[in-house]
């Protein structure tokens, strides 16, 4: 397990690479996270770091969690995060960390809120065909038709596809390239999309899968090399 971090998400734009290839990009804002709490194993029987992320006014934070930044003596926070790690020696808390906890790394997980669409019907929730829309239907050709049996079993199974509230819910997407990261500024540029609308919240860390397939640069080296060794055998 690692650290992860958590950031916003500003937009879409296109990135140039050497090769003159348009990639499209999601650009996350990351935000510098600091160490609250340093959990050891004999303390709670796991070795684990605690983050807190975004700042928050005093008067939004109830009176118990007044007391726990006073008492950690630090800025208060709106996110408290908990991460499990193996060696919590190379921690301390008031550390802040932030983007370079990504240098080197080729891929990562996102995890993110959908876009809310409210209420939808079957056909743009579950992608339904729908009924014909012809002679002998009336008013129902959106419909999702039959939704279970007869007496028996006499009631609709949990899970059944049906009309109901869409979007507005956290999605991870796995083994997401990353394009550029800007330590500067703090931004990361994601190749593809994202879940979510602008300005949303997303989590981000290190990918928990190996991911064996090469990165846009790394192909497009590979290429080149094909290339070349081709032209030398001629």
Same mark, same amino acid.
């Given at each position: 397990m690692s650290i992860g971090l *958590?950031?916003?998400? *500003? /937009?879409?734009?296109?990135?140039?690479?050497?090769? @003159?290839?348009s990639v499209p990009v999601t650009v996350i804002k990351v935000e510098k996270?600091?160490?609250l709490d340093v959990i050891s194993k004999d303390k709670r029987g796991y070795n684990a770091v605690k983050v807190g992320f975004f700042k928050i006014k005093n008067s939004k934070l109830t009176k118990q969690m007044k007391g726990y930044f006073t008492k950690k003596n630090t800025e208060p926070k709106k996110i408290l995060k908990e991460f499990r $790690?193996?060696? *919590?020696?190379?921690?301390k808390e008031g550390n802040e960390i932030g983007l370079e906890l990504? %240098? /080197?790394k080729k891929f990562i997980d996102v995890r993110s809120k959908? *876009? /809310? %669409?409210?209420? +939808?019907?079957?056909? %743009?929730?579950? &992608?339904?065909?729908?009924?014909? +829309? !012809?002679? @002998?239907? !009336?008013?129902s050709h959106r419909s999702h038709g039959s939704t279970g049996q007869r007496q028996d079993p006499g009631k609709v199974f949990k899970g059944k596809k049906m009309a109901g509230h869409m979007g507005d819910k956290l999605r991870t997407m796995l083994n997401l390239e990353i394009i550029k !990261?800007?330590?500067? &500024? &703090?931004?990361?540029? $994601?190749? @593809?999309?994202?879940p979510g609308s602008k &300005? !949303?919240?997303?989590?981000?860390?290190e990918s928990v899968k190996n991911v064996s397939r090469k990165t846009i640069k790394e192909k497009y080296d #590979?290429?080149?090399? #094909? #290339? +070349? +060794?081709k032209k030398g055998k001629k």
């Open positions: *958590i950031g916003t998400k *500003i /937009g879409m734009t296109r990135e140039f690479m050497e090769t @003159g290839q996270g600091r160490v $790690i193996e060696r *919590i020696e190379e921690y990504l %240098k /080197g959908t *876009i /809310g %669409k409210g209420f +939808a019907g079957v056909m %743009k929730r579950w &992608n339904f065909g729908g009924l014909r +829309a !012809s002679h @002998g239907v !009336s008013v !990261s800007d330590l500067e &500024n &703090n931004l990361l540029y $994601i190749k @593809g999309s994202i &300005n !949303s919240t997303v989590f981000l860390r #590979a290429k080149m090399k #094909a #290339a +070349a +060794a």
